[in-house]
């Protein structure tokens, strides 16, 4: 079984600003792989960084970074130089290799950048 | 990055009739697709998994008669949403999988909005 929980529903940040969105998981896989997606108000589901649990170095996308602290199940997102075009519902997502690749979804933070 | 396109945008229809939703990997093959339904400001609740050439596999809770997924090809999944009613109204998404279960990255269409009157 899988979980992920995202425990700030809402966040908002002034445009230029560092941001960091929070996430944590529990799967009983382990080989597990992690997962960042974005929707924004169209709702298309846009990935914005993937990171494999066997992999110690934190992933980074440009201005998109991961801490990603195994031991503790914490997966959080840092956007750096935050845009206006970051506002957008942000979902962590956790996937292993024996659940047929199904993502297990956190409840989401809508993140707003303000002008 | 790769594609994924999903057809009809937007769908209303009468209480009663059938709906069917396409999702076409457009440059990649995709054995197994996903469909996830969304209620609004709500996180994706994955309905199915969709494998080429054999039946999906359905979540708890969801009843197979009622959502029909047909997976003939490599690139194509279809969902029918059979009789549909009001309480089937939501925003529907699919999401192909590229590469193999080691890489196992998502992409999504751009969603189906159903509104049965």
């Known amino acids: 079984a899988q979980t992920v929980t995202q425990s700030q529903p809402e966040m908002s940040v002034q445009e230029a600003e560092t941001v960091t969105l929070s996430c944590t998981y529990d799967t009983s896989e382990n080989n597990y792989y992690l997962f960042w997606y974005k929707q924004p108000p169209s709702r298309q589901m846009i990935l914005v960084i993937r990171?494999?649990?066997?992999?110690?170095q934190n992933a980074t996308e440009n201005r998109f970074s991961v801490n990603f602290q195994k031991a503790a199940k914490s997966f959080s997102l840092k956007i750096s130089d935050s845009q206006l075009g970051d506002t957008a519902m942000y979902f962590c997502?956790?996937?292993?290799?024996?659940?047929?690749?199904?993502?297990?979804f956190g409840e989401g933070t809508q993140l707003t950048v303000n002008p | 990055g790769a594609v994924v396109s999903q057809h009809p945008s937007r769908v209303i229809c009468k209480s009663g009739t059938s709906v069917k939703i396409e999702c076409r990997s457009l440059?990649?093959?995709?054995?197994?697709m996903f469909w996830y339904r969304q209620f609004p400001k709500q996180s994706l609740m994955l309905m199915a998994t969709s494998n080429e050439g054999s039946k999906a596999t359905y979540e708890q809770g969801v009843e197979k008669d009622k959502f029909l997924i047909n997976h003939a090809s490599l690139t194509l999944s279809t969902l029918t949403v059979t009789s549909a009613h009001p309480e089937d109204s939501s925003f529907y998404i699919c999401?192909?999988?590229?590469?193999?279960?080691?890489?196992?990255?998502?992409?999504f269409g751009a969603g189906t909005r159903l509104s049965v009157l």
């Open positions: 440059d990649f093959q995709a054995t197994t």
């Open positions: 997502a956790v996937s292993g290799e024996t659940s047929g690749s199904r993502l297990t």
């Open positions: 999401s192909a999988r590229a590469g193999s279960i080691a890489k196992n990255i998502q992409y």
């Open positions: 990171q494999e649990a066997y992999k110690q």
